[in-house]
């Protein structure tokens, strides 16, 4: 959970860290009015999501799914949904007995008011993803008050144009940090905003995202900082050391919200905490002591960090806490990516500046780039290979995106026969 004023930015994924992993679908996949049976929509209205809808029933993806622990849905179709099913006993993202008046897992809550209880156990109410209306109210899963802010299933999909947000039991609409435009009127939009943490993120203007229960995370500063569901049982889908390209943490960030990014505007990274006030830094004198020279924060102002210039100095006053990324769980800013809050690496640490048309080092004084070995030198995209995802950068091709993954600007861009969504230019695939 991403929270505002002084505890840990922590929101991201919503629906999308914990989200349904499901076969290709791209053939099956209906109209806009019957249920898509792979976005984490309730599209036809009836309140069932997904495969729990009946009209999903006889599709080829919803045939012989195995128990999904942490995704709100009965995917086995037994009638018990998550940690509540059988077969999720021994699964290390249950771990709290919803009747038994103990906390079992330490995070303050205990049973019912747990959000690993709440929409999947029948004694804490309306089940939100087995199809029935266990309350006898009438309404079913998703149509029922009682699931609006239970997230997942209810409240988040990817939807045609983008990602969108409704959560709390608002009209669906493309979330704010997926839309395109500047919501907070601060110069920069979407994935450039230093306070969206992803296209599934509804709040541009601070490190809260709009996500029901954001500010109820059960671990404070050890939560992942990217799954945005408000407890820790599921924190290791934001680290992917066995498929690093399908690492659920932006470009630049590891999975605790240390983040490099260009704090002081002039070109180079620092690593950060991503939470509390942590704003990008005004030159020096607009703001007190924030953007000014120090030697350690006595010289900041109160709540300033003294923070080292590209990690290594000289520093300089800023709101943001410096910070070392966890290694093993950071996707770290590569050169020629797009990096979080749209950062990328300056030419001097990938090894060139961009060439003159003549390809750099003529007689008309053309300066060459300096490309690390096996880095082919360009001029524009033309000299690159699209296909290996290479985008020309400081007059060195490098890869936008990994091999294999889709470059995008929107999760419009991005492939549709599974669930993706784009982050940092990237196509990352829904985890289970």
């Given at each position: 959970?991403?929270?505002?004023?002084?505890?840990?930015?922590?929101?991201?994924?919503?629906?999308?860290?914990?989200?349904?992993?499901?076969?290709?679908?791209?053939?099956?996949?209906?109209?806009?009015?019957?249920?898509?049976?792979?976005?984490?929509?309730?599209?036809?209205?009836?309140?069932?999501?997904?495969?729990?809808?009946?009209?999903?029933?006889?599709?080829?993806?919803?045939?012989?799914?195995?128990?999904?622990?942490?995704?709100?849905?009965?995917?086995?179709?037994?009638?018990?949904?998550?940690?509540?099913?059988?077969?999720?006993?021994?699964?290390?993202?249950?771990?709290?007995?919803?009747?038994?008046?103990?906390?079992?897992?330490?995070?303050?809550?205990?049973?019912?008011?747990?959000?690993?209880?709440?929409?999947?156990?029948?004694?804490?109410?309306?089940?939100?993803?087995?199809?029935?209306?266990?309350?006898?109210?009438?309404?079913?899963?998703?149509?029922?008050?009682?699931?609006?802010?239970?997230?997942?299933?209810?409240?988040?999909?990817?939807?045609?144009?983008?990602?969108?947000?409704?959560?709390?039991?608002?009209?669906?609409?493309?979330?704010?940090?997926?839309?395109?435009?500047?919501?907070?009127?601060?110069?920069?939009?979407?994935?450039?905003?230093?306070?969206?943490?992803?296209?599934?993120?509804?709040?541009?203007?601070?490190?809260?995202?709009?996500?029901?229960?954001?500010?109820?995370?059960?671990?404070?500063?050890?939560?992942?900082?990217?799954?945005?569901?408000?407890?820790?049982?599921?924190?290791?889908?934001?680290?992917?050391?066995?498929?690093?390209?399908?690492?659920?943490?932006?470009?630049?960030?590891?999975?605790?919200?240390?983040?490099?990014?260009?704090?002081?505007?002039?070109?180079?990274?620092?690593?950060?905490?991503?939470?509390?006030?942590?704003?990008?830094?005004?030159?020096?004198?607009?703001?007190?002591?924030?953007?000014?020279?120090?030697?350690?924060?006595?010289?900041?102002?109160?709540?300033?960090?003294?923070?080292?210039?590209?990690?290594?100095?000289?520093?300089?006053?800023?709101?943001?806490?410096?910070?070392?990324?966890?290694?093993?769980?950071?996707?770290?800013?590569?050169?020629?990516?797009?990096?979080?809050?749209?950062?990328?690496?300056?030419?001097?640490?990938?090894?060139?500046?961009?060439?003159?048309?003549?390809?750099?080092?003529?007689?008309?004084?053309?300066?060459?780039?300096?490309?690390?070995?096996?880095?082919?030198?360009?001029?524009?995209?033309?000299?690159?290979?699209?296909?290996?995802?290479?985008?020309?950068?400081?007059?060195?091709?490098?890869?936008?995106?990994?091999?294999?993954?889709?470059?995008?600007?929107?999760?419009?861009?991005?492939?549709?026969?599974?669930?993706?969504?784009c982050i940092t230019g990237c196509c990352i695939e829904v985890p289970n």
């Open positions: 959970m991403k929270r505002a004023g002084i505890t840990i930015a922590i929101g991201f994924l919503s629906a999308i860290a914990i989200a349904l992993w499901t076969p290709s679908c791209s053939e099956d996949k209906p109209e806009g009015g019957t249920e898509n049976c792979a976005d984490r929509m309730d599209n036809d209205g009836d309140g069932k999501v997904d495969c729990v809808d009946e009209d999903c029933k006889d599709n080829p993806i919803c045939q012989n799914n195995p128990e999904f622990c942490s995704d709100g849905l009965d995917n086995d179709g037994d009638g018990d949904v998550d940690c509540v099913d059988s077969d999720c006993a021994n699964n290390p993202v249950c771990s709290e007995d919803c009747g038994n008046e103990v906390d079992d897992n330490g995070d303050g809550r205990v049973d019912c008011d747990d959000p690993e209880c709440q929409g999947v156990d029948p004694r804490c109410g309306e089940i939100c993803g087995n199809g029935v209306d266990d309350d006898g109210d009438g309404k079913v899963d998703c149509s029922d008050e009682d699931c609006f802010d239970v997230i997942p299933p209810c409240g988040g999909g990817v939807g045609p144009d983008g990602t969108i947000c409704s959560y709390g039991g608002e009209e669906p609409h493309v979330c704010e940090c997926a839309d395109g435009e500047d919501n907070d009127a601060d110069g920069r939009i979407d994935s450039d905003d230093i306070h969206c943490f992803g296209p599934f993120d509804d709040d541009e203007s601070s490190y809260a995202t709009g996500i029901p229960g954001d500010n109820m995370g059960s671990k404070a500063d050890k939560e992942c900082a990217f799954d945005g569901d408000s407890g820790t049982g599921n924190d290791g889908l934001c680290c992917n050391p066995e498929d690093p390209s399908q690492n659920v943490t932006p470009n630049g960030c590891d999975d605790r919200g240390c983040c490099e990014i260009d704090v002081n505007g002039n070109g180079s990274g620092e690593h950060v905490y991503i939470r509390d006030d942590c704003v990008f830094a005004p030159e020096c004198g607009q703001e007190g002591t924030h953007g000014c020279p120090c030697t350690t924060e006595a010289d900041c102002d109160a709540g300033q960090f003294c923070v080292p210039d590209n990690d290594l100095g000289p520093n300089f006053c800023s709101s943001c806490e410096s910070c070392e990324p966890n290694t093993p769980c950071e996707n770290p800013c590569e050169c020629g990516e797009e990096c979080y809050g749209g950062f990328e690496q300056p030419p001097e640490e990938c090894g060139g500046e961009q060439p003159q048309p003549d390809g750099g080092g003529g007689e008309d004084g053309g300066t060459p780039a300096n490309c690390p070995d096996g880095v082919t030198e360009c001029s524009s995209d033309a000299d690159c290979d699209m296909n290996a995802n290479e985008r020309c950068t400081n007059g060195c091709c490098f890869q936008q995106c990994p091999d294999g993954v889709v470059p995008c600007d929107t999760s419009a861009d991005c492939p549709t026969d599974t669930a993706y969504y």
